[in-house]
């Protein structure tokens, strides 16, 4: 099994930045593709980024393209979501999420964490 604690949640105005982090323990060398995904009241839950095992693959939902950056280092077996020019509309809990090298899919998720952007 693989665990997974986000942090670095919080409140901002619009405009400014914070970023997330997401630690992995447990079975981290089966962890593969990591990613985070973003869940606003009322709405489904949608993809906003993720980072393959080798970190050359970085993909982005077009919301967010040119504001978040992903990250990853291995050694610490942590993923790290960047975000800048916040908009209130980024408002939501963001879930870290992580698949198992080979398998398609994010088998692992962690509890969340409170993104709020004021206006």
């Known amino acids: 099994q693989v665990q997974l604690v986000e942090s670095g949640g919080g409140l901002v105005q619009a405009g400014g930045s914070l970023r997330l982090s997401c630690a992995a323990s447990g079975r981290t060398f089966s962890v593969g593709v990591m990613g985070w995904f973003r869940q606003a009241p009322g709405q489904e839950r949608e993809f906003v980024a993720a980072?393959?095992?080798?970190?050359?693959?970085?993909n982005y939902a077009d919301s967010v393209k040119g504001r978040f950056t992903i990250s990853r280092d291995n050694a610490k077996n942590t993923v790290y979501l960047q975000m800048n020019s916040l908009k209130p509309e980024d408002t939501a809990i963001y879930y870290c999420a992580a698949g198992r090298r080979g398998v398609s899919g994010y088998e692992y998720w962690g509890q969340g964490t409170q993104v709020t952007v004021s206006s």
């Open positions: 980072v393959s095992a080798s970190t050359i693959i970085k």
